[in-house]
C-alpha cells in the first residue's frame, strides 16, 4: 500500500519522479488569479512586474523565459497537445492567462501518466479560465473521456456585483483516464421540501410515507381476493394474498376508515436509496468564519465536498493525489475515509497547517504515520532554506514546535495580514481547571540575533498577556540574550505544578535534534 507522503516543493519535478499509474484519484484545485480583471490577464507582457495574488506561483502569471521554455517543451513534445497549445497560443497570445494554462497543460499532461487506467481527476476552477482548462482536459485526457461539468453553489445571491449577475459557483471538470474508470454512485438525503410534499403522511414511529395504489393495471383473477373485509379492487391485487399478509405484519398496508375503500401500501422514505447527486452541488456550503473546520486559508474547501468526490471515485485502500494540497482539505478527507494519499505544495505554511490538520484530527505523527519530503533535514539545509525564502524558514520553523503562523489566511507573500506586532506564530494551550486558554507566542529569527531582541520578546508577551515567549533562532544565541531570558522568570503550570522558563531560546540545531 502506498505510504501516506505529504511533499514540499513545484509539483512539476515532484511528478515527474513519480512511476507510472500509482494514483486511483486526482483531484486538484490550483491557483487562478480570478479576481484580477480580463483586461490584466488578457495583456501582453511587457517585462514589468505585475503585483500576483499568489507570490509563490508568481511565474504562473507572466510569460517569461520559464514559460517560453515551457512552451517550446509542449510543442516539441508533438501529438495532440503540441498542437493546442500551439493554436491557443495564436489565439489567446503571449500574456498571464496563457502563462497560466502553460503551467497547467505540462501538470495535467504529468497527472494523466500517474493515473491508473481505472483513475478519475477532478480539476476545480472558476469561470475566468474554466473554458480554456476544458479544452486542455479534453485534449490531455481525450474528449470521450469528459464526464461531467459540475456546478457548486458556493453562496446565496449576494449584492456585490453592479455591472454583472453575483458570481455564486465554482466549476468542477470531471474526466476520466479511460471507460474503465471506477464509479461509485452518489446519494443524499432528501430536501425537506420533497418530503412534506411527496410523502407528507407520518406514522407512529415519526417514519414519512406515500400511500401507492395495490391495485393490479391489467386483469388478475387469482388475485381478486377480499382481505380483512376490504373488496379487491376491479383487476384484482398486486400481491399474492401471502405477500399481502406479509405487508400486513410489516405495518406497510393502510386501512381506509370506509369498510369500501382500498387498502393501500406504505411506502416509507427511508425505503429509498436517497437521491441521485446530479452535477449541479447547491447542499454543500462553503466555509465561513462560523465553521469549526475553517483553518483562515483563503482556498479552503469544506471537507464534505471533497468527501463526496473521494467516496464516488475511489475505494477505500485506494490512493488519492492532490498536487496544490494548500491546508490539506483532500488528504484529510482521503485520511477519514480509508485512502492513501499523497499531497504537494509549493509552501511551508501549507505543509506547516497540514502537520497540525493531521495531528488535530487523527493524531497523526510524521515519521510514524505519514513522510514528508522536501523539508530540511540537517542544519545546512536549513540555512539554505533561510538565504532563498525567509518567510518560508520562518513557516518550516514554526512547524517544528507545532506553531501555528499568524496571519495564514492572508494571501501576500509573507503570510501575515496587517502588522504582526512582533509575533510570528502562536501556540494556544488549555492549563487549568476552568478550561481557559493560554497562549505561547513565538518569534523566529534567521538572520543576527542579540539581546535587544529578547527585551523585545519580553514585552511582546507582558502586551499580549500571554505565558509564554519563544524565540526560534537560526544562529546560535549570545550569553547575553541568555541572561535576558533569565531574568524574564517563570511560567507556574497549575496543571503539571511545574516552572518553565517564561522566555525559551530555542535554536534550529537543537530542535532538529529533537529539542
Known amino acids: ?55 509563490a506561483f508568481e511565474d504562473t502569471w507572466h510569460w517569461n523565459e520559464k514559460a517560453e521554455e515551457t512552451y517550446r517543451d509542449l510543442v516539441m513534445a508533438g501529438g495532440p497537445v503540441s498542437f493546442m497549445i500551439e493554436a491557443m497560443r495564436k489565439f489567446i497570445g503571449s500574456n498571464q492567462m496563457m502563462a497560466y494554462l502553460v503551467m497547467m497543460a505540462v501538470r495535467l499532461v504529468e497527472m494523466r501518466r500517474v493515473l491508473k487506467p481505472t483513475g478519475s481527476l477532478y480539476l476545480h476552477c472558476d469561470p475566468t479560465a474554466s473554458h480554456y482548462l476544458k479544452i486542455v482536459l479534453d485534449t490531455v485526457f481525450e474528449i470521450e473521456n469528459f464526464r461531467n461539468e459540475i456546478t457548486w453553489k458556493r453562496y446565496s445571491a449576494h449584492n456585490d456585483a453592479r455591472h454583472a449577475y453575483p458570481a455564486i459557483t465554482d466549476t468542477i471538470l470531471f474526466y476520466v483516464k479511460s471507460p474503465k474508470a471506477q464509479f461509485n454512485v452518489v446519494r443524499k438525503d432528501y430536501s425537506e421540501e420533497y418530503l412534506t410534499t411527496s410523502f407528507k403522511n407520518v406514522d407512529e414511529n415519526g417514519r414519512h410515507y406515500s400511500l401507492n395504489n395495490l391495485q393490479s393495471p391489467n386483469p388478475r383473477p387469482n388475485l381478486t381476493y377480499p382481505y380483512k373485509g376490504y373488496p379487491p379492487p376491479p383487476n384484482g391485487w398486486k400481491v399474492s394474498r401471502e405477500k399481502m399478509e406479509e405487508l400486513d405484519r410489516q405495518g406497510r398496508l393502510h386501512f381506509p376508515k370506509n369498510p369500501t375503500g382500498r387498502i393501500r401500501l406504505k411506502y416509507f422514505v427511508d425505503d429509498l436509496p436517497g437521491m441521485l447527486v446530479p452535477n449541479l452541488w447547491d447542499d454543500i456550503q462553503s466555509l465561513s468564519g462560523a465553521h469549526a473546520e475553517r483553518l483562515g486559508y483563503p482556498t479552503q474547501k469544506p471537507v464534505a465536498l471533497l468527501e463526496r468526490i473521494i467516496a464516488a471515485s475511489s475505494n477505500p485502500g485506494d490512493v488519492v493525489l492532490d498536487p496544490f494540497c494548500g491546508c490539506g482539505t483532500t488528504i484529510a478527507a482521503a485520511q477519514k475515509l480509508g485512502r492513501a494519499w499523497i499531497g504537494i505544495d509549493i509552501t511551508h505554511l501549507s505543509i506547516a497547517l497540514q502537520k497540525y490538520r493531521l495531528k488535530d484530527a487523527f493524531g497523526l505523527v510524521v515519521g510514524k504515520d505519514y513522510d514528508i519530503k522536501g523539508e530540511p533535514a540537517d542544519l545546512a539545509s536549513a540555512v539554505q532554506l533561510a538565504q532563498d525564502d525567509r518567510y518560508q524558514f520562518q513557516w518550516w520553523a514554526l512547524s517544528l514546535i507545532q506553531a501555528r503562523p499568524l496571519g495564514a489566511s492572508s494571501d501576500s507573500k509573507t503570510g501575515k495580514k496587517g502588522a504582526d506586532q512582533g509575533i510570528d506564530g502562536v501556540i494556544t494551550f488549555i492549563d487549568d481547571a476552568k478550561g481557559d486558554a493560554r497562549r505561547a507566542i513565538v518569534q523566529v529569527k534567521s538572520g543576527k540575533v542579540n539581546a535587544a531582541q529578547i527585551r523585545d520578546l519580553i514585552g511582546t508577551v507582558e502586551r499580549e498577556k500571554a505565558a509564554i515567549g519563544i524565540f526560534i533562532t537560526l544562529e546560535p544565541a549570545t550569553r547575553p540574550m541568555h541572561t535576558e531570558a533569565t531574568v524574564a522568570g517563570v511560567y507556574h503550570s497549575p496543571v503539571w505544578n511545574e516552572d518553565y522558563p517564561r522566555i525559551q531560546l530555542l535554536t534550529i540545531k537543537e530542535l532538529l535534534g529533537g529539542a
Open 1 to 55: 500500500m502506498q505510504r501516506n507522503t505529504l511533499y514540499y516543493g513545484d509539483n512539476l519535478p515532484v511528478l515527474r519522479d513519480f512511476p507510472n499509474e500509482i494514483a486511483d484519484l486526482i483531484y486538484l484545485d490550483p491557483p487562478f488569479n480570478s479576481s484580477r480583471s480580463y483586461n490584466v490577464l488578457f495583456k501582453e507582457e511587457s517585462g514589468q512586474d505585475s503585483n500576483a495574488q499568489i507570490t
